[in-house]
T-cell receptor, first 114, second 110 residues
């Protein structure tokens, strides 16, 4: 089983719909991250969480919200999806007790907003 | 100007070739440098990790960092078809927030 699991793997939705992407991890890491990946733009940080009570905005947080339900779970929500949120979304984790700079990624969620 | 610049490719080489992948950056605070490999429909996975300037070798892979020139490289010797992937450079100064390059797509042909 994957250490960092993202669900769903693929999702097609319509403009204006609310959608939630979920991430769970079995690595026991405190830190979790949400990125989106777009051609020509690379990976950009949306939100990150250093623990359950510490959530921070990344460089492109507008239009997104997150919830850290437990150490192992970090969800990303699009309250009202728009077409330019079509992208590949990745969750990642890191362990500050070992090396906070090494991030472990899930397999990604491919989201299409029509 | 982006903080990290990376040639997007695609780069196509024959099997057995030496591959050179590069990134330049502008932020002098970056001290930790990484290369991630991303196969199609997969998440990035860490390939090489270096601190400050210098070289690091791991099998067929060598990572080089030149902080004075703000330039990092990944060399792949004896490239194999299984090396076909997108290679992302990443770097950070503090607080585990990584800045990524856009990725270079590599195709190794038989």
């Amino acid at each position: 089983d994957a250490d960092v699991t993202q669900t769903p793997r693929n999702r097609i939705t319509k403009t204006g719909k609310r959608i939630m992407l979920e991430c769970s991890q079995t690595k026991g890491h405190d830190r979790m991250y949400w990125y989106r990946q777009d051609p020509g733009l690379g990976l950009r940080l949306i939100y990150y969480s250093f623990d359950v009570k510490d959530i921070n905005k990344g460089e492109i947080s507008d239009g997104y919200s997150v919830s850290r339900q437990a150490q192992a779970k970090f969800s990303l929500s699009l309250e009202s999806a728009i077409p330019n949120q079509t992208a590949l979304y990745f969750c990642a984790t890191s362990d500050p007790d070992r090396d906070e700079n090494i991030q472990y990624f899930g397999a990604g969620t491919r989201l299409s907003v029509l | 100007q982006k903080e990290v610049e990376q040639d997007p490719g695609p780069l196509s080489v024959p099997e057995g070739a030496i591959v050179s992948l590069n990134c330049t950056y502008s932020n002098s605070a970056f001290q930790y440098f990484m290369w991630y490999r991303q196969y199609s429909r997969k998440g990035p996975e860490l390939l090489m990790y270096t601190y400050s300037s210098g070289n690091k070798e791991d099998g067929r892979f060598t990572a080089q960092v030149d902080k004075s020139s703000k330039y990092i490289s990944l060399f792949i010797r004896d490239s194999q078809p299984s090396d076909s992937a997108t290679y992302l450079c990443a770097m950070t100064g503090t607080a585990s927030k990584l800045t990524f390059g856009t990725g270079t797509r590599l195709q190794v042909t038989l």
